[in-house]
């Protein structure tokens, strides 16, 4: 009875002890606390977290223009010989300024019908003033006077047609014709050589002319990237010839033409 009783407390004991170490938690380690020091933070930058539209890139290849918009194409509106070059590949130059003279028999022709035209006006008047005197003296009738008329309307009319092309082809007179630049800009391309002769109805140009403050970059896009790009997107240019400043712009026009060969 005695042993019965001493292993029935050894037994509650057991319980015993095994319950409270099942409550008993064990202790945390100390926690490990980064911190940083006054001089990394003063270095530190920081910003508030916001959500923002994920930007894709599209790397393309293209070549450096002037916009057609101010380029000027210059092509020889006489036929003759070139006598003289005054400006060269890359010269800036002034809406007016004189590029390359020609001499041309084309011009001698011009400048023989205008004083063949001064020459018809000064006679239609001397005429008219005649017919009108004798018209006055009841020598002639209003129809002569009226024909009179009419031949110096002709006249005039010739001349003024004459001063036009003078006008439009700025001719100064003589057999030299000078071509001149339409506008201000650079000599983009220079197609011209001294005794060289023209052809009025050469299809070249023989100077082209640009205002290059602002050029366009156009880039050969890909089939299958077209679906890709819109108008307005933004982009970035790196040029070969300054490829540590790079160029902003956007997306001004998309070209509804493909090439059969790069399919770009």
Do not use: H
């Not at 210059?74 to 020609?102: C, F, H, R």
């Not at 003296?137 to 036009?164: F, H, P, Q």
């Not at 000078?178 to 001294?194: D, L, R």
């Not at 009025?200 to 403050?213: C, L, M, T």
């Amino acid at each position: 009875m005695y042993n019965m009783n001493y292993y029935k407390l050894v037994l509650v004991c057991c319980l015993f002890s095994a319950f409270i170490g099942c409550r008993e938690k064990t202790q945390p380690a100390d926690a490990v606390v980064f911190s940083m020091s006054d001089t990394m933070m003063a270095k530190c930058e920081f910003a508030k977290a916001t959500k923002q539209e994920v930007q894709n890139e599209i790397r393309l290849f293209g070549k450096i223009t002037a916009d057609n918009n101010k380029l000027a194409q210059v092509y020889p509106i006489v036929s003759g010989i070139v006598k003289k070059i005054q400006v060269e590949l890359g010269d800036y130059v002034k809406q007016g300024q004189v590029l390359a003279t020609i001499q041309s028999s084309e011009v001698a022709a011009f400048q023989k019908e205008k004083m063949d035209a001064i020459n018809d006006v000064a006679n239609a008047e001397k005429n008219l003033q005649v017919t009108q005197d004798l018209f006055a003296g009841k020598l002639s009738t209003e129809k002569d006077v009226a024909a009179a008329e009419r031949e110096l309307e002709k006249a005039r009319a010739e001349l003024a047609r004459i001063n036009e092309i003078y006008s439009i082809y700025n001719l100064k007179g003589g057999s030299m014709f000078n071509v001149t630049a339409p506008i201000s800009g650079f000599v983009v391309a220079k197609n011209i050589n001294q005794n060289e002769l023209l052809r009025q109805d050469n299809a070249e140009a023989v100077f082209s002319i640009a205002e290059i403050n602002e050029v366009w970059a156009l880039a050969n896009v890909n089939e299958t990237d077209i679906a890709k790009i819109n108008v307005g997107y933004g982009v970035t240019v790196n040029t070969l010839a300054f490829p540590d400043q790079p160029y902003s712009g956007k997306i001004d026009k998309i070209f509804n033409a493909i090439d059969p060969e790069t399919k770009s």
